[in-house]
């Protein structure tokens, strides 16, 4: 293919410094962002319309170009609805919406960037489509923690387990009625990925289970309030 995607390759790794450098412009300038509710709103909406139609333009894309199919084309992945989420706590704010956010969506999401399930490269459209759509699930996530004062908790993290896991007997059966292979639950990716390190199908499954916790229980350690004050600034 003309665009073939190689993992680890020039672009790859000039896409994750993109990233890691946009996070430490986040961070470096998160007491320098309005405060006014109705620009709080603005910004966040507009970006939450950004990853829409990025993301509507993906799903046009296939379509038009033939790919779109049952078996992969759904919203199902676990970043595909950690984005879904994303655009709804960028829409209202509501601070229920976080917890998902920030622990799938950033330990989806960075795995996602480190070995990227992609096989179109730069400056093909889906390149930018995934790695913009990605990185705005993370950047939202930090966003909210660092710019509007949410916080994560273990009682979030828990949440976020729960619904992770009610979730997969529902995959389970679509990806049995699609002959499917949403959020990896019936093989590994081909192109590699860090589910090669979990053992063979299919207890790398149950092995992902450990690991997301672990992951999860590192993020709140890392982000979580040591102070009993730490409200969100602005929370409907």
Known sequence: MEYAFKMFSGVHLTSAITLFILILLLFFTRNKWSHQQQ???????????????MDGCYYMWLVQTGRWDWGNSLPLELCSISLIVTMVLLWTGNKKFYPFVFFAGIGGAIQAVVTPVLDINFPHFRFFHFFYTHFGIILTALYFTWVRGYRPTFKGLIQTMVILNILLPFLFAINFIVDGN???LQEKPKGGSLLDFL???????????????GVFCCLWLLFRNRSKQGESVYVK
């Open 39 to 53: 620009k709080i709103q603005l910004r966040e909406r507009f970006f939450a319309l950004t990853l829409f139609i």
């Open 199 to 213: 053992g063979p199908y299919p207890w790398y499954v149950l092995s992902l289970e450990f690991v997301a916790f």
């Open 182 to 184: 949403y959020m990896f």
